[in-house]
């Protein structure tokens, strides 16, 4: 796993990999500003307070409330975005690592388009539901304990399918659900942090590439 992480962040940092990383994160930034000035000019135009003060106090803590809601849903919304490019990333990863292998097959796009929203989708209603655990002390614990599940999921099972029927990629990681849970608090944990969390999802796809050739080379 380790070796594997190493790997992955060498991908995303490198040439090859930079206009894809760059077009994920300036698409979730831009989508991330647009929810925090659209909350902010609606409750601007509804006038909720009679008092102009009572307005002002509402908007800037509006504004608050939503970076900090923001800081928390940039891994689905960069899921959402880096879904478009995730067979893209997964194809560079094996022609540079892996090219004596037999290269994978891409997904049809609007699968991987529909990939993508769904998966976004899912993380973020899971995000949203563990939020209010934060108010009990326990809420980065849970975060980090589903985006492991979550994460070492859906990412192992798409460089999975590249290669195997989907039922089989789903079998092969039931198979080895220890070990791709436990590479899953890697990527987990790294969308905990601020800004790094932005590269999560083309990290994992690197990573859970990684991770896969590695299962099915150690396999009889």
Not at 122 to 150: C, E, S, T
């Amino acid at each position: 796993m380790i070796k594997a992480a190493f790997a992955a962040f060498a991908d995303v940092l490198s040439p090859d990999f930079r206009s894809v990383l760059f077009k994920a994160i300036g698409l979730a930034l831009v989508l991330l500003v647009a929810v925090v000035a659209g909350t902010v000019l609606l409750l601007d135009m509804l006038k909720l307070a009679p008092w102009g003060w009572g307005n002002n106090i509402i908007e800037v803590a509006a504004g608050l409330g939503m970076a900090v809601l923001a800081f928390f849903m940039i891994p689905p919304v960069t899921a959402l975005f880096a879904g478009l490019y995730l067979d893209r990333i997964a194809g560079l990863v094996e022609r540079k690592h892996y090219p004596s292998d037999p290269p994978g097959r891409e997904l049809p796009t609007t699968k991987a388009i529909l990939l993508g929203l769904q998966f976004g989708f899912l993380v973020l209603v899971v995000n949203l539901a563990v939020l209010p655990m934060l108010l009990f002390g326990i809420g980065a614990l849970v975060l980090l304990l589903v985006n492991a599940y979550l994460l070492s999921r859906e990412y192992f099972e798409m460089a999975a399918m590249r290669h195997m029927p989907v039922e089989e990629a789903r079998e092969l990681r039931r198979q080895n659900s220890p070990h791709i849970l436990a590479a899953g608090f890697i990527p987990a944990a790294l969308a905990l942090v601020p800004f790094v969390n932005l590269v999560v999802p083309l990290f994992s796809t690197s990573y859970f590439v990684h991770i896969f050739k590695g299962l099915k080379r150690s396999s009889p």
